[in-house]
């Protein structure tokens, strides 16, 4: 298991929140995922041979939200 923090921009509520906790946490391989609102980063652990860097950034953009790892 690895751990990766994202810098999401745009997040600003508890509904942006549960939006992209969500669709990581959909993805195959992803264990967690928690958002912390106040820096805007988002903590992922994730099984590296399941699902890439790529699948979790576009899934977070998928949301509506900008990312850099």
């Not at 993805?27 to 903590?43: F, N, Q």
């Amino acid at each position: 298991m690895q751990t990766k923090t994202l810098d999401v921009r745009g997040m600003t509520c508890g509904h942006c929140k549960m939006s992209v906790e969500g669709a990581l946490q959909k993805l195959d391989g992803v264990t967690a995922a928690e958002v912390d609102l106040g820096s805007g980063k988002v903590d992922v652990t994730y099984d590296e041979s399941k699902v890439s860097l790529e699948n979790m950034k576009a899934a977070v953009e998928d949301q509506g939200y900008d990312v850099s790892a």
